[in-house]
């Protein structure tokens, strides 16, 4: 495998004990076919790392945050390829031949999978497939989605903002200007936790507000904390 072709798969952990195992062993078949895996652990209270170390290629210790954690893996990385997978995302079996053959065939310098939610709520089945085709139609990727990104497209777009929330969409905003992001069709399985837990529309209705406050120029500190 040439090193353009290596995948690197970052992965921001916090507190994750209970599934990064699960997460790493989903892996495994691509580490064996030469892709590396990094978990970005931002100072997890329950073990999360140390779980880790056996199943990742690198664990790299990283403030809290998703953008300084996914910006702490890319920087341990020495794929041609970075894929930033959220912990509670499995990706398709076949991932790193559909990134190989897409970006090759498309041209593009990153992309982005469709999603598919774990939860069996027909609303969510809405929620999904609005997520995939908003991306599609405005070329901005959200963090469930996977996004991976050639490594001179990354260094030219200088990599996750310093922010607390919305990185991935200040990202893809900043790849969407070097050029359109190749959607890919298969689905990446992401935990349904955060809708269900929150209540499917009070979610979506939250999503929008924050998005649309981010779009006119809200402080990403006071976004974060209604976020949370």
Known sequence: MTDD???????PALNEAEGIADT?????PL??????????DGGSADGTAELARPL???VVAAPRGRAWQQNAGAAAA???????LHADTRLPPDADRLIADGLAASGAGWGRFDLRLTGRAPMLRVVERM??????????ATGDQAIFVRRVWWERA??????????DVALSTTLRRMGRPLCLRATVTTSSRRWERGGIWRTILLMWRLRLAWALGADPERLASRYR
């Open 158 to 167: 200088g990599g996750f903002a310093d922010i607390p929330l919305m990185e």
């Open 56 to 58: 990742a290629d690198v």
């Open 78 to 84: 020495d794929g041609g390829v970075l894929l930033f």
């Open 31 to 40: 580490r064996a076919r030469g892709h590396q895996v990094i978990v970005a």
């Open 5 to 11: 072709v290596r995948i690197s798969i970052i992965i």
């Open 24 to 28: 790493l062993a989903a892996l495994a």
């Open 131 to 140: 997520i995939s085709l908003r991306s599609r139609a405005t070329g901005i």
